[in-house]
């Protein structure tokens, strides 16, 4: 056994979530099976987005083709200090002093800064929020700890007038039929409103008129999720299917009617990444029809706002919330009572924080090594409200490699 048996980094709140402008309180618990001559003990408190991605180009044909591999990427740093809790800091002179076998907790604290964007974690960009603590020894390895923390950007959807307004996209598509055209397949799209937050059902209204003289496959439903990454020289677009319901086939000359059927909101970061410059979250959702055999669907998009505090009007139709939420039906998706309450001064019911609907990514960086302890596997969790006890459907992100622009 080595010198060191505990190291390891504690949030006051177990659930590790925070909104811009709170401060972060903590402890550090070290143990020592024997004394350890050090520089000292140190915290590293570091947030902000990456981007990057690579991209390979051709040139040339036969022997003289030639591949070469682009990097494209872009950063934004929102914080980056480091507290000393023991010993000295990075630079400091004089002599090193020795930490004694036992058991020591070090608290500590830190002040966010406010206008921070919320936690967001893909392949391509990311936006990390993370602490971490190192044991300085001179001339040995050093021992390291990391933990990752979520910001929630407390996007309130009741000071944007489009979150409470309904709205109507209608689509029309002609489709050739052997040598000469068919009649159009139309359909109109219909939201009650366009703001929802996460655990809300979207409720559908729409109908389809199939014109034509071919069948078509199905017709559904889908929630988009469409990133935008700026690096420096180039912008990439992702696109990523969150949830999606369907009907069946529709005949020629007959109609499909859609009425209210549940579209499920998971757990998602709110529309914009506000505070973010380098990457930007839209959300669509999408009415398809498929036609059978060759041919494109017909599609009709209609953008939505997907926020971190409710509409008032919503809210108070649910009341008090129950006392152990629950997740959706089909969902194993991990869900803990909210401990801080949301900065909002309006009366709604708490939501819970729910773990992001795409799961986990390791957030192992060129720094850690294997021997860094602390969780490396992570997902940030955004606010969620269990409003909805229905059967609707069961929603299976789509990773955003499965859905290249």
């Known amino acids: 056994m080595g010198k060191l048996n505990i190291f390891e980094i504690t949030f006051s709140n177990p659930q590790g979530v925070f909104y811009g ?20 003990i140190r915290l590293h408190f570091e947030g902000g987005a990456r981007v990057h991605w690579s991209e390979e180009h051709s040139t040339g044909t036969g022997k003289d083709r030639r591949t070469t591999t682009t990097h494209y990427s872009s950063n934004e740093t929102y914080f980056n200090h480091i507290l000393v809790l023991f010993g000295k800091g990075p630079g400091q002179k004089g002599d090193d002093p020795v930490l004694q076998a036992g058991r020591y907790v070090y608290p500590f604290n830190f002040q966010l800064p406010t206008g921070i964007p919320s936690s967001y974690e893909s392949h391509t960009g990311r936006v990390r929020y993370s602490v971490g603590g190192v044991i300085d020894r001179p001339w040995k390895f050093d021992h390291t700890t990391k933990r990752a923390f979520t910001i929630v950007d407390p996007l309130d959807l009741n000071l944007d007038p489009q979150a409470r307004q309904g709205a109507t996209a209608n689509g029309q598509k002609t489709l050739c039929c052997l040598c000469c055209k068919s009649g159009p397949i139309s359909a109109v799209l219909r939201l009650d409103r366009l703001g929802y937050v996460p655990g809300e059902a979207i409720p559908i209204s729409c109908e ?33 299917t969150v949830s999606k319901i369907s009907h069946g086939s529709i005949q020629p000359g007959d109609d499909d009617i859609w009425n209210g059927d549940l579209l499920s909101i998971p757990p998602l970061p709110p529309s914009g990444l506000r505070g973010c410059q380098i990457i930007d979250i839209t959300y669509t959702v999408t009415l398809n029809v498929d036609p059978s055999g060759v041919g494109t669907d017909l599609v009709v998009p209609m953008n939505i706002l997907i926020g971190s505090i409710p509409l008032q009007s919503v809210a108070r139709q649910y009341g ?73 459907n069961t929603f299976v992100p789509v990773t955003e490699e499965q859905n290249k622009l």
């Open 21 to 40: 402008g709170q401060l972060i309180q903590g402890h550090v618990t070290v143990e020592l099976n024997a004394e350890m001559k050090m520089r000292g």
């Open 208 to 240: 389809i008129h199939n014109g034509s003289r071919r069948s078509m496959s199905s017709s559904f439903v889908q929630l988009k999720q469409t990133v935008l990454y700026h690096a420096t020289s180039k912008t990439k677009t992702m696109c990523n």
């Open 320 to 392: 008090p919330p129950p006392p152990l939420p629950l997740p959706p039906a089909g969902s194993d998706i991990p869900i803990q009572p909210i401990t801080p309450s949301a900065p909002s001064n309006i009366d709604i019911p708490p939501p819970s924080y729910a773990e992001c609907a795409f799961g986990k990514v390791n957030i192992r960086e060129e720094n850690d090594n294997e021997h860094t302890r602390g969780n490396m596997d992570y997902a940030p969790v955004y606010t969620y409200y269990n409003w909805n006890q229905h059967d609707a």
